[in-house]
């Protein structure tokens, strides 16, 4: 599988974009003509600078407003195209796209279309290039594949080829499948593009909005099954025009697009086995896993501040259960759930610390086969963590997410009691009769990051793991928005929060951490008024929720007295669907920002209660007041 990406897709000069794209793995580069143009250099020094790079240029873009023009517009493009091909030639490549007119003054009609294609092949043939035309989704007379296939097919030209961008078929809706009429030699090149379902102009919405495929809501595994059966065997390349990729990191945004690529074709390749042997098809990939469950999360720490941490724990009704058998890792243990405070003041985890302040530095997860998960998050460019375990300690499987963090790959069965037989054995649980809070595991993870990273976790999580993602919401904080998405793969549910207003509560709490990206974790209780009750004996400081909530929230329901009286009595937020209802409740914010939550679901409720974050956000930023600043 040959890959590329057009340069508008990167930010930077065209040096940086040439070194991120090379770094990430491509094998090519779409050059975007004003990426030229805006450079000092001569087209042989950047189709140098390219090969030096090891890249190629597979494509020269955009060639506009050509086909069908009355005189004089006709002549003038003629003459416009034979100055690119000579540019061509400069910069060493052998292929331009022509792209449907949007011309006032095009007349349409195939036939003469196709006459100009094949005049515009001859010419290209004594400049020893090609030319491949692409119907725009917004073009005047062409907007659609099939007429653009057909007025190649009738300049019957072998210079002349289509160029297929997943973009414009699916933005117009049209059927995928009828790529696969079209022979894969007269297929020039494959652009491919994801956007986010939002009816809009056509125009706006390509130029703005596009994203990585899987990143958003097209279905772009299905026209790359239907690009795959017609036997073309080209470059797949990203041409994604996206205002946060403009203002991204280049080497974060050319390597999700890497990692797209494959993640795409694993997935033609598993939708439709009979491709197996086609040419863009890369070699096979484990299954993406399930997640049964989350079997510990690990703080970073000091022993300075830990014993804050411990007695949060405390509080929340966690009790010390043993020590690690060679590191200063300490584990608490309530039901199923189990959180690990470590203190060490060397390697990976000390120098998260240092970055960081406490944080949630690890976070273990339960897979049906920890090496088969690991090799399909290798083969699809994540980084493994390698520190040496010592003699006899169980050597984990592991991954850094895309902030930073660490996520441990445990067997099911085979690792679940072995890491706390083996790596804790020498510190046996603790003896207790304290029965806890009524916490009985991990029920979801809520990371915070700069909105324009959202889209790179989002990727990281659906690609590697067999996940699954909720629509954007917007959340409405006293001082901007703060976007969420919700990822599960089985028992893994993950909240990501983009914050772009810095004095938002995740904004700050970006600054505060300098970037850590673990804001908070939700343990899960049967009986969540039980808990409620068994945290306040404990001293677990409960988040204090404004009294006009609950008057809201009983007329919005029509729940009755008796129970709205409880849970205002024990700061319970409450929300619920058609399928099941969902309670609530928060720890006050720690100074950094950092909290924990508790909840219960009833019936088949899958939501977070994004209704009531906005009131819950409110809360903690009261409870975060500056000194000195009185009570509202």
Not at 75 to 86: G, I, Q
Not at 100 to 129: C, E, T, W, Y
Not at 378 to 400: S, T, W
């Amino acid at each position: 599988m040959k890959t590329s990406i057009a340069t508008v897709t990167v930010s930077g000069t065209l040096p940086t974009k040439l070194a991120a794209i090379a770094a990430a793995g491509f094998d090519g580069i779409e050059i975007f003509e004003q990426d030229f143009l805006a450079s000092d250099f001569t087209p042989a020094e950047v189709g140098r600078m390219v090969r030096d790079h090891g890249l190629q240029i597979t494509l020269f873009q955009p060639f506009r407003d050509f086909e069908a023009l009355p005189e004089p517009h006709r002549s003038r493009a003629f003459a416009r195209a034979e100055r690119k091909f000579e540019l061509m030639n400069q910069l060493g490549t052998d292929l331009m796209l022509v792209c449907s007119s949007v011309h006032p003054a095009a007349m349409g009609g195939i036939d003469r279309m196709a006459q100009d294609f094949r005049d515009l092949g001859d010419l290209a043939a004594k400049h020893g290039v090609r030319v491949g035309y692409e119907a725009l989704c917004w073009g005047r007379h062409v907007f659609d594949h099939r007429d653009a296939w057909e007025v190649v097919r009738r300049a019957d030209h072998p210079q002349v080829g289509l160029i297929l961008d997943s973009f414009h078929t699916l933005a117009r809706r049209i059927d995928p499948d009828t790529i696969r009429a079209i022979p894969g030699d007269r297929i020039f090149f494959v652009q491919l593009a994801d956007a986010p379902a939002i009816p809009m102009d056509l125009l706006y919405w390509s130029r703005h909005f596009r994203n990585m495929p899987g990143e958003g809501d097209l279905d772009v595994t299905g026209f790359m099954r239907a690009v795959a059966a017609t036997g073309y065997d080209g470059p797949l390349s990203l041409e994604i025009f996206n205002d946060q990729f403009r203002a991204g990191l280049p080497r974060m945004v050319a390597q999700d697009g890497h990692r797209s690529l494959i993640a795409l074709m694993d997935s033609v390749r598993r939708a439709e086995p009979a491709l197996t042997s086609a040419a863009p098809i890369p070699a096979s990939l484990p299954a993406p896993a399930p997640v049964s469950h989350v079997e510990f999360i690990e703080f970073a720490t000091t022993p300075a501040e830990a014993p804050a941490l411990e007695a949060l724990l405390a509080t929340a009704g966690f009790a010390r259960a043993g020590a690690h058998v060679s590191k200063p890792v300490t584990l608490w243990r309530q039901g199923g759930a189990n959180v690990l405070v470590n203190t060490g003041e060397a390697g990976f985890t000390h120098s998260t610390y240092l970055t960081h302040g406490t944080t949630v530095s690890e976070i273990a997860l339960m897979v049906p086969d920890a090496a088969a998960a690991f090799a399909r998050a290798r083969g699809l460019l994540a980084q493994p963590h390698g520190e040496e375990p010592a003699a006899g300690e169980l050597r984990i499987p592991a991954i850094r997410g895309v902030g930073g963090s660490v996520l441990r790959l445990l067997d099911e069965g085979a690792d679940l009691a072995g890491i706390w037989q083996v790596d804790f054995a020498a510190s046996p649980p603790e003896p207790t009769d304290d029965p806890g809070a009524g916490i009985t595991g991990i029920d979801h993870i809520g990371q915070t990051m700069a909105y324009d990273e959202m889209l790179s976790w989002s990727l990281f999580y659906t690609a590697i793991f067999d996940a699954q993602k909720a629509p954007m919401v917007d959340v409405a904080d006293p001082d901007g928005l703060v976007r969420s998405q919700a990822i599960w793969a089985g028992g893994l549910r993950v909240t990501l929060n983009g914050a772009e207003a810095r004095h938002t509560l995740a904004g700050r709490f970006i600054e505060d951490s300098f970037g850590a990206s673990v804001q908070h974790v939700a343990f899960s209780s049967r009986d969540i008024f039980a808990t409620a009750e068994a945290l306040a004996a404990r001293g677990f400081a409960v988040l204090r929720i404004g009294v006009n909530y609950y008057a809201d929230m009983q007329a919005r329901f029509g729940l009755p007295d008796a129970l709205v009286r409880r849970m205002q009595t024990a700061q319970i937020m409450y929300d619920e669907d058609e399928r099941g209802q969902f309670f609530q409740l928060y720890s006050q914010p720690r100074e950094d920002g950092f909290f924990f939550e508790i909840v219960q679901r009833d019936g088949d409720y899958q939501g977070y209660g994004a209704s009531n974050a906005p009131f819950r956000i409110a809360a903690q930023k009261r409870a975060a007041r500056p000194v000195g600043m009185p009570r509202r």
